[in-house]
């Protein structure tokens, strides 16, 4: 059961060595931080360490700033640490792109709105007016950016300008139909997650089911990853799959492909809004 | 309930049209053929139509040639259809060919055994003599063929030749590592059933959970079809996955993709040997 | 593809006899309509016999009230056939119940909106009113039926000329809690569908994922079933399973669970949408 | 990649409490053996932490005697640890159980020769001479023990004065066709592995396939657990699904659940093989 008191989540990477679970879960234990959660992986073959481990900050003999500093001075830095910090009460503020299709906007709205999704979305950006009014059922702003190739810098310069101002760290392309600039990525690093209608790395680029059908496969998959500037490239949060055969037409690949995609999208927003997800180079690490 | 009494199965392709159910089905009727099984598909998209009928031979007023001549000059000529016929107590004579791994042999064996799968086995090829012993416990003669670059000419010629004379109709590839000649695969057009350790198109070639170990997939697949001059290209009979995550080191990948390549293998070879599969173009429809 | 053109769908069911197809097929031909769709199924342990044609109407040479005299003069009498006719341009008229958790109604709703479900939805029902305001967003309208021991009598007698008065034919339970009493179901026969939280037969009745919990199980399902006076043990027509292990708490059930509620369901209620269950004693046909 | 020099694993559950994995991880590397594994687990509804630890003996400066003592002295008596500790050059001694089906026995034989299966197997039982052959083959010595009611008593017994003799640790029931007396059952608590040919908890019993087929289920399943006392209601290690739908004849059925049945037991035989299964009450902890 999720504690419902306000936590911490500390997430760790680094070469791996003896000691640092120990290390780590003894800090937190002096300063009187009861963990909740705690999971460690390691990636033997590539030498590497991972860890989430999560408190509740209640009983906590550090403020939020003393933590940072302490546990820098004492821990991370002895142990070269990469290592983040995360706070429940402060979700991913959430920007969601679309175009027409609106299944996976739907499903993530409902989703937030009952509490499943922590986050906070302040806007909806959309290529296309579509589904402007879904959003105002929901009373999210919703924000028109048509793209052209000519005015797609400028138009992307703005996007990024607004979300700034929302403060917004986290964008999730749901069945959003545009490719995103590398200067517009690099601007969120590991912050964009897509869903590609493919089991990728088979049939990235366009017109996954098109492909799939051509092809002749017998599984048909969808692919949450975040976006890097390779496109379809980027480390691989969840993956699904469901069986077809000759008796399906093209129309019913992309009938079973849209519960796919909400459902495998929904997977990798959730990791990624509690704090679940780890990449490193090119692959990502998933606690449960 | 699958027939215990000989059965006839036919197996038609063609421009779709209507009238061909019908036709079909009432020309064995009026024969006094028992029809068990019958099932068709359309493909709407490629305006093609493919039909798959099995009937109890005991009461049948043709014999088997009279079948072929009087099916061809009534029905078959009109329609333009693409047709086969198959008898269930000519199975398919099948070679299996391994290299080292013995876990699809083993498994190929086991259901050969309980007569699961119909198929006479006069023979297994090696290019190596691992499994030799293998074959010797199910008292099926084994043939070691090494080849090299120089020799692999030669060596598949000879092959070629015991196959025929064994009567060889169908090529089960049971992790065999070897790459066959475009020349070797024209002499059993849609008759080699290899296994491919990923999901296809995905990661085609050599090492295919190396490639899917680094790309941090979320789940791995394997992959039955029919060889084809294309590597790793040709028509997919069968296909399944299992998850995986970041805990999963490489060698439980190639661990639990035993499991996946036996059943998919055997999968494709039960559906081969019950006469179920039409190919088309690269595509394949199995009949249920 | 499926046909844009108005079509018609005849369900059959009968004892299984030589020669249905073709009979029905070419009546169908002869009255000039283009068969779209056929499929049979024989289920030779119960000697039956099941069958789903779709024709388009264009062209054909009957009024639908012809049809109606015509075929059964011809062609069911003799064959003493069960059978349906349905058009595509007179789809379920549909009523969702609902109680207090929203995740499957607006999965249906958003389904509906997008054309994917074909279904006129004139109201939606609750027993409590938490979901009212869903119900306005898609502009729906929504009455609440309260349920108590005392009252359960009427207020489902209220709730059946409620139906009747909007022609309902098909009755969605998305997680509607509460059970219907025999009466009320044999209103609508085979026309109400349940999503119920397990793999049924297993964890019938109450908190099935607490139940599952408990018992240690390593996959949870659902399923969407026909609602019989027997709770939980109505026909099956869908039903789908996710991994779980000894990490997943019993809240991550629940939260896989929700996902699985609604894809289940609305695979059954597309099926019977389309026409394409067939339910004979406790099993279904779920045509492809 | 599982480590080539001899590990040490120890398998450890207790009352929940802070500061374990850190004591346990510490005393081990204090002695100077090398973590190659670590995994713990929280069930913080039941208030139980599990632990699974393994780590290299080469350079530990205790003898294997010595950990006992030292360990309990030093830590599991103050934390009032459940403990065991297994060697991997200390595989389980298993005997198989079989009747009269082969495919479980030829995978598991497959698995062991290949040296996946980390098991020695000093001998087969069977009820029936069916499967001695298979036995012969792979050169384990075969018992027969035939059991009617009248001897059934008598025969465990000898049955069990063999496999003490043999030091036989896991028993493996095979598709072993005959219910084991409870006396039989407490001399291998938690020791004994069962396939059970259905999902559990649905479809207990006898004939599970014939019990799925009349009630019309869509998939299909099979369990492995540990044998307790009550007929198939012991702690369940590995469960899967196949999905199925009318056209699958019950032949279908048993022919798709003998795949599921081999690849679950093995699945179930792996992990506690591998020491990585820990029981508490009626549920598994596995660890990956």
Known sequence: MPSSKRTAILLISCPDQPGIVSAVS??????????????????????????????????????????????????????????????????????????????????????????????????????????????????????????????????????????KEHNVDTIILARYMQILSDNFVQHFPNQIINIHHSFLPAFAGAKPYHQAYERGVKLIGATSHYVTAD?????????????????????????????LEKIVLSRGVWAHSQRKVLVLQNKTVVFS
């Open 231 to 259: 496109l379809d490239e980027g480390p691989i949060i969840a993956q699904d799959v469901i069986r077809v055969s000759h008796r399906e037409s093209l129309s019913d690949f992309i009938r079973h492909g849209r519960d």
């Open 26 to 163: 003894s800090f937190i234990g002096n300063h009187n931080g009861n963990i909740v959660y705690l999971d460690q992986h390691v990636d033997s073959r590539a030498g590497l360490f991972f860890m989430r481990v999560e408190w509740e900050t209640e009983n906590l003999a550090l403020s939020d700033d003393e933590f940072l500093e302490t546990f820098n001075n004492e821990i991370a830095e002895d142990l070269k640490l990469n290592w983040q910090i995360h706070y429940s009460d402060r979700v991913p503020r959430t920007a969601i792109f679309v175009t027409k299709d609106a299944h996976c906007l739907y499903d993530l709205l409902s989703r937030h709105e009952s509490g499943e999704l922590k986050l906070e979305i302040p806007l909806i950006i959309g290529n296309h007016n579509s589904l402007e009014d879904v959003a105002q059922r929901f009373g999210i702003p919703f924000f028109l950016f048509q793209i052209t190739k000519e005015n797609k810098k400028d138009q992307e310069e703005a996007e990024i300008a607004l979300l």
